[in-house]
Every structure is written in C-alpha cells, then in structure tokens.
T-cell receptor, first 106, second 112 residues
C-alpha cells in the first residue's frame, strides 16, 4: 500500500515563530487532507488539497502532486496551535501519516 | 449545523464483553468510515460503507464488525474486546471516497 511520511515528528516553537510541516507520499493519490488533532482527540479539518495552494488565515498548504509531497505552513504560531498535525491521503483506501507533534511555548 | 455525532464519548467494557459504538451524521453523506487510533499512533482505517456496500480492510480483525441500517447511522461492534482493543474509535463521513472526510469527536474505549 501507499506510504505516507511526515516530518519532522516533533517540533517545538516559541510563540510567534513560523513553521513548515511536510508530508511525502509514495504514489499518486486521489486526495490529500491536513488535520489538527485537538487535546480531546477530535480531528479538525484544515485543508482538503489534492493539488495546488490554499490559505486560511495564518495557515496555508501546498500540494505538488507530481512530486508527491505536501507542505503545511503555520505563521505567527500561537499556543493554541499545539497538538498533532496529520496528513491523510486516499488511493483506494484512506491512509494517515504518523503525524507531527507541535508544541508552541509562550 | 451539519455534523458527525458519536455516542458515547467514553465507554468502559470488560474483557470479552461485547460492546457497540454508535455514529450518526446529518450531512447525508454516502460514505461512513470507522478508524481505530491507539495512543500516540495514527488513525487506522478498519472499514467503510459506501451506501450499503461494506468494504472491510484486509488486516481488520474478525472481532470487529459494522452495521449501517440507514444513511444516517453506522455502528461498530466489537464482539469480544481484548485489552489490545483499548483505543479511540473515530467515525468519519464523506460525500464520496475521493472527497473530503469529516470526523466525529470519537469514542474512547477502555477495556478492563
């Protein structure tokens, strides 16, 4: 099956810093989503982005499908951005990466 | 607001005692998914329904079953829970398999 790798596995930032999270996938995909898992375990949709670039406030994402990667950018990070960020792809079945755990310190 | 609802949010069961988790949706989506997420791991797809068509993942244990009596509801049955089945169980829906998935809040299962 398809392999999904996220990097870095852990990231610690000071409040106000910017960050880039990466998701690599081993084959072409039908769709790609980015999620933020909150402390209570719910997966919050950030972006549905099989290709191209999208922005939503301080967050933006870019997927380069031909090169099999996606990037999630977080600007001016806040403590509430802390949590686990997952990318998930669909190619016959839905597969999640192992996530990036982000800690934003005040 | 259209949403995905899971009940209960927390479930405690005894080793070997059957348990059923519930998911409902007001989005009128065709596809409903069940995922298992163990501590510090990624969600893992167990199975999904496309309408009434059940699609099981090859590595999903036989101990896990699902029912979808209508468009709005989907159930996860664990026939004989073991200690290794303690996890967060996440339900999701999408309009079609290639479309955006929306998740419920999850049910955290404890097995004593």
């Amino acid at each position: 099956g398809i392999q999904v790798e996220q990097s870095p596995p852990d990231l610690i930032l000071q409040e106000g810093a910017n960050s880039t999270l990466r998701c690599n996938f081993s084959d072409s995909v039908n769709n790609l989503q980015w999620f933020h898992q909150n402390p209570w375990g719910q997966l919050i949709n950030l972006f549905y982005i099989p290709s191209g670039t999208k922005q939503n406030g301080r967050l933006s994402a870019t997927t380069v499908a031909t090169e099999r990667y996606s990037l999630l950018y977080i600007s001016s990070s806040q403590t509430t951005d802390s949590g686990v960020y997952f990318c998930a792809v669909e190619r016959g079945k839905s597969t999640f990466g192992d996530g990036t755990t982000l800690t934003v310190k005040p | 607001d259209a949403m995905v609802i899971q009940n209960p949010r927390y479930q405690v069961t005894q080793f070997g005692k059957p348990v059923t988790l519930s998911c409902s949706q007001t989005l009128n989506h065709n596809v409903m998914y069940w995922y298992q997420q163990k501590s510090s791991q990624a969600p893992k797809l167990l199975f999904h329904y496309y309408d009434k068509d059940f699609n099981n993942e090859a590595d999903t244990p036989d101990n896990f079953q699902s029912r979808r009596p209508n468009t709005s509801f989907c159930f996860l049955d664990i026939r004989s829970p073991g200690l290794g089945d303690a996890a967060m169980y996440l339900c999701a829906t999408s309009r079609d398999v290639v479309f955006e998935q929306f998740f419920g809040p999850g049910t955290r299962l404890t097995v004593l």
